[in-house]
Nanobody
């Protein structure tokens, strides 16, 4: 299993970014996918989940209405569109799969929201 995140960067408050996570090594279309984030000095927290079909999605309260998770099963990629970014959205963002009881993580992509 390999997960490779990209798309992070520096953005001003109110701005937008789109993160991508390219997956390989498993049947991507069979699994739900998640995004997590970890702010400096804090524990990793769950952000969003999408089911294997892309139809069902759920979000943490802190990002509901601002972030959109999606996936393209033809490209083995999951996305996180982040809008109206806030200072507190700063952190390293990770995609995740729970496969056969094991958690797999990418290396993460840094998102910094700063004026």
């Amino acid at each position: 299993v390999q997960l490779v995140e990209s798309g992070g960067g520096l953005v001003q408050p109110g701005g937008s970014l789109r993160l991508s996570c390219a997956a390989s090594g498993f049947i991507f279309s069979a699994y739900g996918m998640k995004w997590y984030r970890q702010a400096p000095g804090k524990e990793r927290e769950w952000v969003a989940i999408v089911d294997s079909t892309g139809r069902r999605k759920n979000y943490a309260d802190s990002v509901q209405g601002r972030f959109i998770i999606s996936r393209d099963n033809a490209k083995n990629t999951v996305y996180l569109q982040m809008n109206s970014l806030k200072l507190e959205d700063t952190g390293v963002y990770y995609c995740n799969i729970d496969r056969r009881g094991l958690d797999y993580w990418g290396q993460g992509t840094q998102v910094t929201v700063s004026a």
